[in-house]
C-alpha cells in the first residue's frame, strides 16, 4: 500500500552532519521524499509535536531536545513507508538497535537518538499536518520527477 510518513532528523542528526546520510538510505531504499524544510521548532510545537509523551519522566528534556537547534522535516512516500521506515531507523534506544539501521549505525544514547518516525497510520497523518499544515502544495514540484520511469514503483 502506497502511503505517507513523518520522518524528521533531530537536531543532534543536523549538528552532525548526518543529514545527507539519512536522506540517502530513504532514497536508496526506493522511497519518495514528497516534502523537506529545515525548521527550528518553539517549545508550544515541540510540545504538541510529543503531546502523546507528555505524561512521561523524559517530557522536559525531550522537548528542550527537539527545540535545541534545527531539525528537518520531511514527508516520505512509498509501499508500506510507515513501518518500513521505522525498521530503517531501528529501535528507539540505539543501545538495542541493529547494526545496519540508522540508529544502530550513527547513535549511541536514547536522548540523542538522531531521528523520528511516525509509528501509525494515525501518527503519520497528524503529524503531516502539523509539520506541513499547507498540505499537498508542496508536493507539486515531485509529480515531473515521479513520472520518469528510473525506479520501478
Ligand atoms: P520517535 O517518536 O522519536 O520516533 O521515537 P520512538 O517512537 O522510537 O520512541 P518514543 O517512545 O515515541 O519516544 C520518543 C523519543 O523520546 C525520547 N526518549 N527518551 N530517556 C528516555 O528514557 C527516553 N525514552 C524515549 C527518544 O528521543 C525517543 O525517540
Request: net charge neutral; charged share 25%; glycine share 8%.
Amino acid at each position: 500500500m502506497v502511503e505517507q510518513t513523518f520522518i524528521m532528523i533531530k537536531p543532534d542528526g543536523v549538528q552532525r552532519g548526518l543529514i545527507a546520510e539519512i536522506i540517502s538510505r530513504f532514497e536508496k531504499k526506493g522511497f519518495t521524499l514528497r516534502a523537506m524544510r529545515l525548521m527550528t521548532v518553539d517549545k508550544s510545537f515541540a510540545e504538541t509535536h510529543y503531546q502523546d509523551l507528555s505524561s512521561k519522566p523524559f517530557f522536559a528534556g525531550l522537548v528542550s531536545y527537539i527545540m535545541s537547534g534545527p531539525v528537518v522535516a520531511m514527508v516520505w512516500e512509498g509501499k508500506n513507508v510507515i513501518a518500513t521506515g521505522r525498521l530503517l531507523i531501528g529501535a528507539t534506544n540505539p543501545a538495542q538497535s541493529a547494526p545496519g539501521t540508522i540508529r544502530g549505525d550513527l547513535a549511541i544514547d536514547i536522548g540523542r537518538n538522531v531521528i523520528h518516525g511516525s509509528d501509525s497510520a494515525e501518527s503519520a497523518k497528524a503529524e503531516i499536518n502539523l509539520w506541513f499544515p499547507e498540505g499537498d502544495k508542496m508536493s507539486d514540484s515531485m509529480r515531473d520527477v515521479r513520472s520518469i520511469p528510473y525506479i520501478a514503483r
